[in-house]
């Protein structure tokens, strides 16, 4: 049976069992069992169920991981880690963070004024907050409230302009100075997609002849004692732990440097974020290198290492990964609304009295496949759709003609696949091709899978059930947008194999896993499809719970989001209603409540599924 890659990027936290896909996790509830309740409300479309106890199995990894390497190198710097917030600013998914996170005082990281606020509210007693990206006076004074609320806040300033406005503030304010980091441009570049964020010509972080002047300028303002961190950050979803090394050695002797020059109060060494996550599910692809434990314990090893050869304290290590912790919490699922090529089905042959020969010749073809001729019978077929196609073109032969033509030749084409297993490869890929089946999901690829449209990073994805059946349709997956974008292509170099499903007979639902990381926050309203209904599902020994309801926005909602006056638009639609002289007083205001409940709710295919 395909199991869909799940041993390369579930991490085990689901298993298939009989015909379901089950969290691998106390009482193991099925995602369909979870689906079906939530849709027992009337709830329609795609639904983003977060789980709680993924986000706390990353965290403790993380922390185990390099605690455990602390203790066998010896090292005699503490771990401590932030949560960046970009990667994930939706309320339940912070919840999930900032619990599962309280006891190892795991902290949050702040890229706007937005986040920062957040990061204040949020923040639990005692855990650090680390601020990074483009600062203003306002976002730099913002920082110093939250030093002066009593947060453990540093400020990593990206270039000396923000460091003489810090001082600045220092200078004119009476409240507390929050700590000071320095994110220092590195040679040492990263890799992967996202590898923009160091080297010579990143767009963050101060060159060694800028350190140096930004400790002179801390020197002469007195503030020397608030330098507590040097930052950086190589770049996200890291394939290769070599450039993480080579920044570190980096890192670890400008940090070394700083120290002999006298930054007394220099304890840190921020290494940013980068972990990578599995995405993958073809066993030919390619993965990141490096587990979580190599990845500390080089961390580890190297920083002591270069410490005791400048003879220096071991500095805190802290990192920022975000999409490590919360990738795997989040799972979309989405319901599918149609198979396209079931138009293709023997049943819907309709072949006259008489036939156009070629069409004649292709049933004959269809009735006597098999096995030791079928071949020879697809090129034929694949040879006579050409003239038909051109017949019909020129005139010659009926709608009706072509659609059984069409319907003829795709089941050939099916049935010689399920006869032989000679065809050569290269055909073979372009007959699936031909054969795809397109599946037509209740969602929108740029709301919820936005990187996908971007950047095109591959997520996993497979059927919630009917896993005691065999996948068989190759299959391209569309959404519901109107944009051809909108479409996850059949490839056949990596093909995805679903089932053949009769959907007025029973449901089929897709889930896409490893989303919980960055997708929602860069997900956009195209088409002016919203945010999807999302749930927390809390598994305990006996049971599931479902938490923290969210409901997407409704029609009328969004369009208010983007600008328009929602009550206008009402009163018009009811306006121009309302003159309408063909109806009676009852049909109209039954029409009105019908209007009033579609824009209540959210845009969504509300049809079967
Ligand atoms: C985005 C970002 C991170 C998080 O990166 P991940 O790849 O999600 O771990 C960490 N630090 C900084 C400075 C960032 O900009």
Redesign the pocket.
């Known amino acids: 049976m395909n199991s869909y890659g799940l041993n390369i990027w579930s991490d085990d936290n689901f298993v298939i069992d009989q015909d379901e896909v089950l969290l691998n996790y106390k009482s193991k509830p099925s995602l369909l069992e979870i689906t079906q309740k939530i849709r027992s409300n009337n709830v329609r479309g795609p639904i983003l169920l977060r789980f709680p106890h993924l986000i706390k199995k990353q965290i403790s990894k993380l922390y185990n991981s390099f605690n455990f390497s602390i203790q066998e190198n010896n090292y005699k710097g503490n771990f401590r880690a932030v949560f960046?917030l970009?990667?994930n600013q939706y309320p339940f998914a912070v919840q999930a963070v900032t619990s599962a996170g309280k006891k190892f005082s795991y902290g949050l990281?702040a890229?706007s004024k937005a986040e920062l606020i957040l990061a204040m509210s949020k923040s639990t007693n005692g855990s650090p907050i680390t601020v990074?990206g483009f600062k203003d006076k306002e976002m730099i004074t913002l920082a110093f409230i939250a030093k002066h609320s009593g947060h453990d806040i540093t400020l990593t300033i990206e270039g000396l302009g923000e460091l003489k406005t810090i001082i600045e503030v220092a200078q004119t304010s009476n409240l507390k100075i929050p700590n000071i980091g320095l994110r220092v441009r590195l040679h040492a570049t990263g890799s992967g997609t996202w590898a923009k964020?160091a080297g010579m010509d990143a767009k963050f972080g101060l060159t060694a002849t800028e350190i140096l002047e930004a400790v002179k300028l801390l020197q002469k303002a007195e503030l020397l004692s608030y330098f507590t961190m040097i930052h950086f950050?190589i770049g996200?979803?890291m394939e290769d732990i070599a450039p993480i090394k080579r920044s570190l050695r980096e890192a670890g002797n400008i940090y070394a440097e700083l120290k002999v020059l006298g930054a007394t109060s220099l304890n840190s060494i921020n290494i940013?974020?980068?972990?990578a996550v599995n995405y993958e599910q073809h066993s030919d692809a390619k993965l990141h290198n490096y587990s979580i434990e190599e990845f500390s314990s080089s961390v580890v090893f190297l920083l002591g290492e270069i410490m005791d050869a400048k003879n220096v304290k071991h500095p805190d290590i802290f990192t920022?990964?975000?999409?490590?912790i919360v990738a795997s919490h989040a799972v979309l699922i989405t319901p599918v609304l149609e198979l396209f090529t079931q138009d293709y089905h023997e049943d819907l042959l309709n072949l006259q009295e008489k036939n156009p020969p070629l069409i004649e010749e292709l049933n004959e073809l269809y009735t006597h496949l098999a096995p030791t001729n079928c071949i020879e019978y697809l090129h034929d077929a694949l040879d006579h759709i050409e003239s038909l196609l051109t017949l019909f073109d020129l005139g010659y032969i009926n709608l009706q003609d072509r659609s059984n033509a069409e319907i003829l030749v795709h089941n050939i084409i099916k049935k010689s696949l399920k006869l032989t297993s000679k065809i050569n490869a290269n055909e073979l890929k372009q007959l699936q091709v031909n054969l795809q089946e397109r599946y037509l999901i209740n969602a929108s690829i740029f709301q919820s899978l936005p990187d996908y449209w971007g950047l095109k990073q591959h997520f996993p994805v497979m059927p919630i059930h009917h896993h005691t059946k065999k996948a068989v349709r190759g299959a391209s997956i569309w959404d519901i947008t109107c944009d051809s974008d909108g479409e996850i292509g059949f490839n056949p170099e990596k093909p995805l194999y679903l089932h053949d499903i009769d959907l007025s007979k029973e449901d089929y639902f897709l889930g896409f896993f490893n989303v919980g990381?960055y997708q929602e926050a860069l997900g956009m309203s195209h088409n002016l499809f919203t945010h999807p209904n999302e749930y927390t599902v809390k598994i305990s020994e006996n049971s599931f719970e479902i938490l923290n309801a969210v409901e997407s926005k409704s029609t009328l909602d969004i369009l208010n989001t983007i600008g328009y006056e929602s009550d206008k638009l009402v009163r018009k639609l009811k306006t121009d209603l309302n003159a309408s002289s063909f109806m009676e007083e009852k049909e109209k205001s039954d029409t009105l409540s019908k209007l009033e409940i579609i824009l209540s709710q959210n845009g969504y295919l509300r049809t079967t599924s």
């Open positions: 960046p970009k990667v990281e890229g990074n964020s950050h996200s979803q940013g974020g980068g972990l920022e990964s975000g999409r490590y990381a």
